[in-house]
């Protein structure tokens, strides 16, 4: 059974910075592609950045390019977003999401989630 758990979202100011985590169990992290959705209050949940399994790919919506960051710790078993900048429409459920295959993972490729964390930006 594969377990992805979120941690490190939090309250922050407009300007400022956090980095979540996503722990996985499991023996084969390093063959998961991954990746960070968020869903806002009333909205869909938003992909908003992917890498894929060997980490040679990324993704980034136009709203974070520049400000967020993925990466992929696979002796740790983690992955990790840092989010610098942010801004109130950061606001949201952030979720971690894996799947074993070779691309960057979309919205529809997703075989295990995280149970969220959230992140609110303060004005």
């Known amino acids: 059974q594969v377990q992805l758990v979120e941690s490190g979202g939090g309250l922050v100011q407009a300007g400022g910075s956090l980095r979540l985590s996503c722990a996985v169990s499991?023996?084969?992290?390093?063959?998961?592609?991954m990746g960070w959705f968020r869903q806002a209050p009333g909205k869909e949940r938003e992909r908003v950045t992917a890498i894929n399994w060997i980490g040679s790919s990324t993704y980034y919506a136009d709203s974070v390019k520049g400000r967020f960051t993925i990466s992929k710790d696979n002796a740790k078993n983690t992955l990790y977003l840092q989010m610098n900048s942010l801004k109130p429409e950061d606001t949201a459920v952030y979720y971690c999401?894996?799947?074993?295959?070779?691309?960057?993972?979309?919205?529809?490729?997703?075989?295990?989630w995280g149970q969220g964390t959230q992140v609110t930006v303060s004005s």
């Open positions: 999401a894996a799947n074993h295959l070779r691309n960057v993972i979309t919205s529809t490729t997703i075989d295990y």
């Open positions: 499991g023996r084969t992290f390093s063959s998961y592609s």
